[in-house]
């Protein structure tokens, strides 16, 4: 069975600090990988995706992922924050097999940004 | 800017009470999913269809919820009788066909007293 761990719960950086979320995953063939961002009251809105090929993949609001096969890791960066990447961030991990487009997702972290 | 909408936004009702909530999936896909999201659990997959036709409830408490699809632009989601616990708010998302990104509606809380 496919899993996520975001083993950190909440982080609290400075505004304009660089930032690493972490995202272990867990699943027994190619993995399809996500992070989304879910901000107070807000649905989930997709901030970049993995399916194959370059492991270093760029998405919305200047974050980026880089996918490491032999670490089970899809890590989440960005060299500076804003005050407005304060939300609630999930990684997930899906098989996307016509049949199984079943995503599992992580108990999400917690991002506070502070002046 | 195509999105998934969903009705109500915010649901207060007693225990007991029939709960329906509604989603619009995004014109053209053909995969939507149900989801539930409390503190304790996290995100977890209730119900997905494609092309109208459930292909996984295994995470949905089957003697209270119901889901369905009575056409391509409406998904329901049911819950009678309702309980506290199922307070939460329910997420609905949609997908093209061939899988690829989820893209999930703005949800319903749900509160039950």
């Known amino acids: 069975a496919q899993s996520v761990t975001q083993p950190d719960i909440h982080i609290t950086v400075s505004e304009g600090a660089s930032l690493e979320l972490r995202c272990n995953y867990s699943?027994?063939?190619?993995?399809?990988l996500f992070w989304y961002v879910q901000s107070p009251g807000q649905g989930l809105q997709l901030l970049l995706k993995?399916?194959?090929?370059?492991?270093l993949v760029q998405g919305i609001k200047g974050f980026e992922a880089e996918f490491k096969r032999s670490q089970s890791s899809f890590n989440l960066r960005k060299p500076s924050v804003h005050w407005s990447d304060a939300a609630e961030y999930f990684c997930?991990?899906?098989?996307?097999?016509?049949?199984?487009?079943?995503?599992?997702f992580g108990t999400g972290t917690r991002l506070t940004i502070i002046p | 800017d195509a999105r998934v909408t969903q009705t109500p936004r915010h649901k207060v009702t007693e225990m007991g009470q029939e709960v329906t909530m509604r989603c619009q999936p995004i014109?053209?896909?053909?995969?939507v999913f149900w989801y539930r999201q409390t503190m304790m659990q996290g995100l977890e997959l209730l119900a997905y269809?494609?092309?109208?036709?459930?292909?996984?409830d295994s995470g949905m408490p089957k003697d209270r919820f119901s889901a369905e699809m009575p056409d391509a632009t409406l998904a329901t989601l049911k819950i009678q009788p309702s309980e506290p616990r199922d307070s939460a708010v329910y997420f609905c998302?949609?997908?093209?066909?061939?899988?690829?990104?989820?893209?999930f509606g703005p949800g319903t809380r749900l509160t039950v007293l």
């Open positions: 998302a949609s997908g093209p066909t061939s899988g690829d990104t989820q893209y």
């Open positions: 699943y027994g063939a190619t993995p399809y």
């Open positions: 993995y399916f194959s090929g370059d492991t």
């Open positions: 997930a991990v899906g098989a996307l097999n016509f049949g199984n487009e079943k995503l599992t």
């Open positions: 014109l053209g896909h053909n995969t």
């Open positions: 269809f494609r092309n109208r036709a459930p292909l996984d």
